[in-house]
Structure formats: C-alpha cells, structure tokens
C-alpha cells in the first residue's frame, strides 16, 4: 500500500505559478503516477499523467502550462503549474496506480484568484 501526501497549495494571482509535491510513503518506480484536480461543485477530472518509463500526457486545458515530473528516488512527484488561471481553482489530487490497485492522497487546495 501505498500513502500519497501532497503539498504546495495555496493562493496565487491569475498568471502566477505554484509546484505541487506529492510524497510517497514508499519507491514509486512500479507505479503509474497523476494529478487530478476537483473543482468546486464538479467532478474530479484528470490533469496530467506520467508513466513508469517517463511519459508524460496532460488534459487539453492544461498542455503547455503544466508539466508533471517524478524523482523516483526521492519517491516525490511534482505538478509545475505556470500561467495560471482562476478557473484553475480545485483540490488537486495525486494518484498512484499498479495493475488493479490505485492511490489517493488527501488533496491540496489550491485558489487562483487577485
């Protein structure tokens, strides 16, 4: 099992930039890793992806502003989100995934707004 602990939330201007972190209580190597994200009042959708070997794919809403990267020896995973816009406000989500079994952390807020 694994435990996913995100952090880099908060509050940004429209345009700014924030890291998210997503910390893992064990390797993560074997595991395809995401970020989701949960707008208010609407269904959690996907943000971006990477995958064991390093590729990476991304919501349209996203491409080109958002990168998701992964240190597996550091067992972290990270969201760069650039150019941000208000209706980028959402709890954002890790998720980790091997065959059958998937992950969640518990979520980081992150609020767009001036």
């Known amino acids: 099992q694994v435990q996913l602990v995100e952090s880099g939330g908060g509050l940004v201007q429209p345009g700014g930039s924030l890291r998210l972190s997503c910390a893992a209580s064990?390797?993560?190597?074997?595991?395809?890793m995401g970020w989701y994200r949960q707008p208010p009042g609407k269904k959690r959708e996907l943000v971006a992806t990477i995958s064991t070997a390093g590729s990476t794919g991304s919501a349209d809403s996203v491409k080109g502003r958002f990168t998701i990267s992964r240190d597996n020896a550091k067992t972290t995973v990270y969201l760069q989100m650039n150019s941000l816009k208000p209706e980028a406000k959402a709890v954002y989500y890790c998720n980790a995934r091997l065959y059958l079994a998937e992950y969640w952390g518990q979520g980081t807020q992150v609020t767009v707004s001036s």
């Open positions: 064990t390797c993560i190597i074997i595991y395809a």
